[in-house]
Nanobody
Framework: QVQLVESGGGLVQAGGSLRLSCAASGRTFSRYAMGWFRQAPGKEREFVAAITWRGDMTYYADSVKGRFTISRDNAKNTVYLQMNSLKPEDTGVYYC???????????????????WGQGTQVTVSS
Protein backbone atom coordinates (compact mmCIF):
# COMPACT_ATOMS: atom_id res chain seq x y z
CA GLN A 1 0.00 0.00 0.00
CA VAL A 2 1.35 3.41 -0.96
CA GLN A 3 0.97 6.30 1.42
CA LEU A 4 1.41 9.99 0.67
CA VAL A 5 1.79 12.40 3.57
CA GLU A 6 1.76 16.15 3.04
CA SER A 7 3.25 18.72 5.39
CA GLY A 8 4.25 22.37 5.43
CA GLY A 9 0.90 24.09 5.26
CA GLY A 10 -0.03 26.99 7.52
CA LEU A 11 -1.12 30.59 7.78
CA VAL A 12 0.85 33.21 5.86
CA GLN A 13 0.31 36.81 4.85
CA ALA A 14 -0.19 37.77 1.23
CA GLY A 15 3.15 38.02 -0.51
CA GLY A 16 4.69 35.39 1.71
CA SER A 17 6.02 31.93 0.94
CA LEU A 18 5.44 28.36 2.01
CA ARG A 19 7.05 25.09 1.02
CA LEU A 20 4.88 22.01 0.97
CA SER A 21 6.34 18.52 1.14
CA CYS A 22 4.80 15.19 0.23
CA ALA A 23 6.57 12.09 1.53
CA ALA A 24 5.76 8.84 -0.24
CA SER A 25 6.16 5.25 0.78
CA GLY A 26 7.16 2.61 -1.72
CA ARG A 27 10.43 1.54 -3.25
CA THR A 28 9.61 2.71 -6.76
CA PHE A 29 8.90 6.36 -6.05
CA SER A 30 11.18 7.30 -8.92
CA ARG A 31 8.55 5.80 -11.24
CA TYR A 32 5.62 7.76 -9.80
CA ALA A 33 4.34 10.69 -11.79
CA MET A 34 3.34 13.24 -9.15
CA GLY A 35 1.05 16.20 -8.93
CA TRP A 36 -0.35 18.82 -6.60
CA PHE A 37 -4.00 19.85 -6.45
CA ARG A 38 -5.92 22.21 -4.23
CA GLN A 39 -9.49 22.73 -3.11
CA ALA A 40 -10.84 26.03 -1.86
CA PRO A 41 -13.97 26.18 0.32
CA GLY A 42 -17.07 25.69 -1.78
CA LYS A 43 -15.10 24.98 -4.93
CA GLU A 44 -14.05 21.91 -6.85
CA ARG A 45 -10.58 20.47 -6.58
CA GLU A 46 -8.25 21.99 -9.18
CA PHE A 47 -4.92 21.12 -10.70
CA VAL A 48 -1.88 23.09 -9.51
CA ALA A 49 1.30 21.43 -10.80
CA ALA A 50 2.69 18.17 -12.16
CA ILE A 51 6.12 16.59 -12.51
CA THR A 52 7.52 13.57 -14.36
CA TRP A 53 9.48 10.67 -12.94
CA ARG A 54 12.91 12.29 -13.01
CA GLY A 55 11.63 15.83 -12.62
CA ASP A 56 12.83 16.82 -16.06
CA MET A 57 9.42 18.11 -17.06
CA THR A 58 6.93 20.20 -15.09
CA TYR A 59 3.62 21.87 -15.81
CA TYR A 60 1.63 24.50 -13.94
CA ALA A 61 -1.84 25.92 -13.84
CA ASP A 62 -1.91 29.43 -15.27
CA SER A 63 -2.97 30.81 -11.91
CA VAL A 64 0.30 29.75 -10.24
CA LYS A 65 2.76 29.92 -13.11
CA GLY A 66 5.80 32.00 -12.21
CA ARG A 67 5.01 31.83 -8.48
CA PHE A 68 5.00 28.10 -7.64
CA THR A 69 7.69 25.51 -8.32
CA ILE A 70 7.24 21.75 -8.16
CA SER A 71 10.29 19.58 -7.63
CA ARG A 72 11.20 16.14 -6.34
CA ASP A 73 14.00 14.31 -4.59
CA ASN A 74 13.73 10.63 -5.50
CA ALA A 75 16.42 9.69 -3.00
CA LYS A 76 14.14 11.03 -0.27
CA ASN A 77 10.87 9.82 -1.81
CA THR A 78 9.58 13.37 -1.58
CA VAL A 79 7.93 15.89 -3.88
CA TYR A 80 7.83 19.58 -3.02
CA LEU A 81 5.77 22.61 -3.89
CA GLN A 82 7.52 25.91 -3.31
CA MET A 83 4.92 28.67 -3.20
CA ASN A 84 6.03 32.29 -3.45
CA SER A 85 4.14 35.57 -3.73
CA LEU A 86 1.11 33.93 -2.19
CA LYS A 87 -2.30 35.49 -2.70
CA PRO A 88 -5.53 35.11 -0.69
CA GLU A 89 -6.99 33.17 -3.61
CA ASP A 90 -4.33 30.50 -3.06
CA THR A 91 -6.09 29.54 0.16
CA GLY A 92 -7.29 25.94 0.28
CA VAL A 93 -6.42 22.39 1.14
CA TYR A 94 -3.46 21.20 -0.91
CA TYR A 95 -3.20 17.55 -1.90
CA CYS A 96 -0.38 15.61 -3.48
CA UNK A 97 -1.21 12.75 -5.81
CA UNK A 98 0.74 9.89 -7.32
CA UNK A 99 0.34 7.80 -10.45
CA UNK A 100 2.10 4.45 -10.02
CA UNK A 101 0.98 2.55 -13.07
CA UNK A 102 1.28 4.99 -15.92
CA UNK A 103 4.08 6.18 -18.10
CA UNK A 104 6.66 8.89 -17.55
CA UNK A 105 4.44 11.82 -18.43
CA UNK A 106 2.78 14.89 -16.99
CA UNK A 107 -0.67 14.20 -15.56
CA UNK A 108 -3.09 17.08 -15.19
CA UNK A 109 -6.39 15.29 -14.49
CA UNK A 110 -7.18 14.16 -10.97
CA UNK A 111 -8.96 10.99 -12.09
CA UNK A 112 -5.70 9.68 -13.56
CA UNK A 113 -3.98 9.52 -10.18
CA UNK A 114 -4.00 6.37 -8.09
CA UNK A 115 -3.08 7.63 -4.63
CA TRP A 116 -3.76 10.79 -2.67
CA GLY A 117 -2.49 12.33 0.51
CA GLN A 118 -4.72 13.58 3.30
CA GLY A 119 -4.16 17.23 2.43
CA THR A 120 -2.57 20.18 4.18
CA GLN A 121 -4.29 23.50 4.81
CA VAL A 122 -2.85 26.68 3.34
CA THR A 123 -4.39 29.97 4.42
CA VAL A 124 -3.24 33.27 2.95
CA SER A 125 -4.44 36.39 4.73
CA SER A 126 -4.81 39.73 3.01
Amino acid sequence: QVQLVESGGGLVQAGGSLRLSCAASGRTFSRYAMGWFRQAPGKEREFVAAITWRGDMTYYADSVKGRFTISRDNAKNTVYLQMNSLKPEDTGVYYCAGDLYGTDTLILKDDKYDYWGQGTQVTVSS
